[in-house]
């Protein structure tokens, strides 16, 4: 494409990580609209458009595409975690988005509007996490800044794109971890928004950030029982159980998909590494 003078390639002269690329790329930008893709990324051929027909809306500032793991067939880990992207997508960014606000436009296929940005990019720039500049959670940060600017942010279920997804578990913990660390850490940030938001996303955000620590707080406390007692904690394995399976069932009906039963194989990760 380097020929083709609708494209404008830049060579920053050293690595300085996603967020400086990013912003040199917005500031030589002319177009009304961004659209942000991960590397390891392919597009379906009309994201672009679907994405568009959404920003139609000067309220909206920003919407994100369907993500789907392109190396699925690979290992039962991706098969796992392109059944998570299908929940994280179809269940949390779907009922978000029914209230105007995503919480969070994953950065393989996200379009934002320039004009929003613009008046942004100071803030996003200088993002401090412990004294240092933040090197995680740009889609994060980014869409909180769309939130707080009073703009929405959307999901198109039908603009898909397929990015590559860890075959490992050492790989997929580390994403995990980077996760997870931009999800509590921009909580804090969110919750003076919330109160000009839809009530459901504050039991949204409370709920995603109390959920793994009440779980990680029956696990320690049926361990204990375990250790002390030398009884198994029954109750605590079967309510998790029984978690699993309604959710998973739930799931499979409604993408019509048996394959979503296995996803209750995910818990034994979730409990045992993630937490």
């Known amino acids: ?82 059944m998570e992207y299908w929940l994280a997508c179809n269940e949390e960014r779907a009922a978000q988005a029914r209230f105007g606000a995503v919480m969070c436009c994953c950065g393989p296929c996200a379009m934002y509007r320039r004009s929003a940005l613009l008046l942004l990019l100071d803030q996003y720039e200088t993002q401090l996490f412990r004294g ?71 039991l949204d955000v409370v709920g995603q950030n109390l959920g793994p620590l009440l779980l990680a707080l029956s696990v320690l406390a049926g361990l204990a029982q375990l250790a002390l007692t030398a009884t198994v904690p029954w109750s605590a394995v079967l309510m998790i159980a029984a978690m699993t399976i309604i959710r998973c069932s739930v799931v499979a009906f409604r993408a019509r998909q048996l394959r979503f039963l296995g996803f209750s194989l995910h818990t034994f990760i979730n409990v045992f590494l993630l937490l």
Request: no cysteine.
């Open 132 to 202: 240092k500049p933040s090197d995680f959670g740009e889609d994060r940060h980014l869409t909180i800044l769309m939130l707080k600017a009073g703009l929405r942010t959307e999901y198109v279920p039908d603009a898909i794109a397929a990015t590559v997804v860890p075959d490992r578990l050492g790989p997929y913990l580390r994403q995990q971890l980077r996760w997870a660390r931009s999800t509590f850490r921009d909580t804090f940030l969110a919750l003076r928004l919330l109160p000009s938001l839809d009530r459901y996303l504050t």
């Open 1 to 82: 494409f380097a020929g083709d003078p609708r494209f404008s390639f830049i060579l920053l002269d050293k690595n300085v990580g996603k967020r400086k690329a990013q912003i040199a790329a917005i500031r030589r930008s002319s177009g009304d609209l961004v659209l942000n893709v991960d590397s390891d990324t392919t597009l379906a051929s009309d994201v672009v458009t679907k994405l568009a027909l959404k920003m139609q809306d000067p309220a909206v500032g920003a919407a994100m595409g369907q993500l789907t793991a392109s190396n699925r067939s690979d290992t039962w880990l991706t098969r796992l975690i392109d």
